[in-house]
């Protein structure tokens, strides 16, 4: 089953040998599908659709994020329990950043 892993939070503390080696032993176990980091939330824009059908796009995240989300993996592992684990794992859980895991909805 796909999951997506989401990255949450402050992770400034990883080096880039951190996620590469996160992302090769992805590789190695042979769970990695795609991962990709997003740019600085500075650069985000929200979309929203009012009530009366009017679109309204406005700089930056939305006011009630806490955190940031700093980008994303998604693995292939048979269960809720390995994805957790893989989840564990990542540079991005540590120092007060936390993963959020997604199982992803595939249709025929």
Do not use: N
């Not at 806490?66 to 893989?86: K, N, Q, T």
């Amino acid at each position: 089953m796909k999951y997506m892993l989401l990255i949450h939070g402050a992770s400034e503390k990883c080096t880039t040998d951190d996620w590469v080696a996160y992302g090769r032993a992805l590789q190695d176990a042979g769970v990695y599908v795609g991962s990709a980091p997003l740019a600085d939330d500075s650069l985000t824009t929200t979309v929203r659709v009012s009530d009366g059908g009017e679109t309204v796009v406005t700089d930056g995240p939305f006011a009630e994020a806490h955190e940031v989300l700093g980008g994303y993996y998604i693995i292939d592992v048979p269960d809720l329990d390995a994805a957790s684990d893989w989840a564990a794992r990542c540079p991005g859980a540590r120092f007060g950043g936390r993963m959020v895991v997604r199982p992803i909805v595939e249709f025929p």
